[in-house]
DNA sequence: TCTGGGGTCCTAGGACCC
DNA sequence: TCTGGGGTCCTAGGACCC
């Protein structure tokens, strides 16, 4: 039996914790830049506020209807998801951290009333971390993932769903008849594994519920549209094929993007730009005790304006693997000059960390043909992460990143960031009896 | 004027190997 | 006129997820 927990309306129940007086009210989080809506409370969804929707679109519902626009503060997020995660892990023997606001609970053993001990949990989560969630069960993740949609709707839109399964829905503790009443009441959109573009597809073919896919022949779901689907429609039979250690497997790269402030077209800010996300990506390798076989470096036009594009990316291979900061740069940077051409509005660029392995995998010996001994770095590596951590990031810093702290003309907008409560002591919460 | 960031997996096609 | 079979690796692109 698996669990998926979620958080409901993650990011805005967060900010929601730390200003009560946002609660009911219309709530969205803005992307980076202040872009578009990237989390939504109930108030703003009944607005008609779509996930991604710009906020230059719905900016006149700010004076017109109360919405409340945040800047995203993943600071915030990261720490209160890790306290929610804690709580959730409670619910089984062993947990995976799918996401910011969501995990997979394996609860395969546990006796007694599976349902109660999720209602249990559900609350502890609400009263220790202050987040309301939602918890679905079944045989696969896949029934899981429905299971959650299922208590989530049944909650939110009262009629939709019997209302006992509202907030907690265990989809083997059915009847095959009350089960079948579910998935056709059900999009087919809705499962996990099933977006636009195959939701369009089988709609073609008629398939437009839950129901109506689990009852396709399967060598005809794999002939169509290929093994992934085929997965997905074993595992609503309730055939598991998604393991959950699959999932728990280390990143296999690692990435550093951002769309600017303001296009930039100088190739001396992109250097800094570019310098600052390989460091930034640098900091997450070591982070997880990896090194980097390569890098790639990209920048691009915004795809939204019209005009001629650009688009460009280069992957550079580095000599041995590594996670030192000045290396990623350097290889960075040096792609980022071969791409670059003079004359286009730059909108984003970004850098990725490629081939990576574990530092303590590399066994590979090496035949030194270089007169000088390149000193290892790593000691420096772990002393500049120690004092970024305590001091502030880019407290210490590689010197093409330009000078930190002064806003550059590429730094990204944040014009309605909320503090750090959590996780930085000057932003700490004050009570006052 | 103004449209995020970070991931995964699968497939097809080309280059290359013996 | 007529040119194999079996395999790997890499890349680009598409689709999906949150």
């Avoid at 769903?161 to 509202?166: E, G, K, N, R, V």
């Avoid at 290396?327 to 980022?336: H, I, N, P, R, Y």
């Amino acid at each position: 039996m698996i669990a998926l927990c979620d958080g409901n309306n993650f990011f805005a129940g967060v900010e929601t914790v730390f200003r009560p007086s946002l609660a009911g009210r219309p709530v969205v989080v803005l992307s980076n830049n202040d872009g578009c809506a990237i989390a939504r409370s109930e108030a703003a969804k009944a607005l008609g506020i779509k996930m991604g929707d710009p906020w230059f679109k719905i900016k006149h519902l700010e004076e017109h209807a109360g919405l409340v626009a945040l800047s995203a503060n993943f600071a915030l997020y990261g720490d209160m998801s890790d306290r929610m995660m804690t709580v959730m892990a409670g619910l089984g023997f062993s947990q995976l951290v799918y996401s910011i606001d969501e995990s997979f609970i394996d609860m395969t053993g546990i006796r007694g009333d599976l349902v109660a001990r999720a209602h249990k949990v559900r609350s502890r989560v609400l009263q220790w971390v202050g987040i309301p969630c939602c918890i679905g069960m079944g045989q696969t993740k896949t029934l899981a993932k429905l299971a959650n949609h299922i208590a989530k709707t049944a909650e939110r839109k009262p009629g939709s769903f019997p209302p006992h399964l509202a907030q907690v829905c265990n989809l083997a503790s059915l009847t095959p008849a009350e089960l079948r009443a579910i998935f056709t009441r059900t999009p087919v959109g809705e499962v996990w594994g099933v977006g636009p573009k195959i939701s369009e597809q089988l709609a073609a073919g008629g398939i437009n519920t839950v129901q109506d896919l689990v009852q396709l022949d399967v060598p005809t779901v794999r002939a169509r549209w290929g093994v992934t689907l085929e997965r997905t429609v074993r595992e609503l039979r309730g055939q598991s094929c998604i393991e959950l250690d699959d999932m728990a497997s280390p990143r296999q790269e690692i990435a550093c993007t951002r769309s600017f402030g303001q296009t930039v077209s100088e190739l001396r800010p992109l250097i800094e730009a570019v310098s600052s996300y390989a460091s930034t990506a640098g900091e997450k390798l070591r982070k997880q005790q990896g090194l980097a076989g390569a890098v790639r470096v990209f920048a691009h036009t915004s795809p939204f304006r019209p005009g001629p594009r650009y688009a460009r990316s280069m992957v550079v291979p580095l000599r041995r693997p590594t996670a030192d900061t000045s290396e990623l740069v350097t290889a960075a940077v040096k792609g980022l000059q071969a791409i670059y051409e003079p004359g286009h509005q730059i909108a984003k660029a970004g850098v990725m960390l490629l081939d990576l392995i574990q530092a303590d995998k590399l066994l590979q010996g090496e035949l030194n043909l270089e007169p000088e001994e390149r000193p290892d770095r790593t000691r420096l590596m772990t002393a500049v992460d120690a004092v970024n951590n305590r001091y502030g990031k880019g407290c210490v810093h590689v010197a093409t990143t330009g000078s930190t702290g002064r806003p550059s003309e590429w730094s990204m907008k944040q014009e309605r960031l909320t503090p750090q409560y959590t996780t930085r002591w000057a932003d700490m919460p004050i009570v006052r009896a």
